[in-house]
């Protein structure tokens, strides 16, 4: 599974990503995290405020911080 954090590095970004982190710990999923700062890929996905959450190229949260629970439960959904 690859988990995209998309933003340009702000606090906000740092801490999404370790909650994304944190939650596929806590489901036992195999992730990848991968930090995506080029404008040019964001807009691919058609986010206009970061931080957003990607999960297997799906767009699943755009312009806040989930929290390790609401990541969870977007994991599990898929």
């Known amino acids: 599974m ?3 954090i998309l933003g340009s590095g702000c606090k906000k970004c740092i801490a999404l990503g ?3 982190k944190a ?3 806590a489901a036992g999923i195999a992730a990848e995290i991968v930090k995506v700062t080029d404008f040019v890929e ?3 996905y058609g986010v206009m405020s970061t ?3 990607v999960i297997d ?3 699943v949260s755009a312009g806040k ?3 390790v629970q609401e990541i969870e439960a977007k ?3 898929l």
């Open 42 to 44: 964001m807009a691919a």
């Open 23 to 25: 939650a596929a710990a």
């Open 75 to 77: 994991l599990a959904a």
């Open 57 to 59: 190229d799906k767009l």
């Open 51 to 53: 931080p957003a959450l």
């Open 65 to 67: 911080v989930l929290s």
């Open 18 to 20: 370790e909650n994304a």
């Open 2 to 4: 690859i988990i995209k």
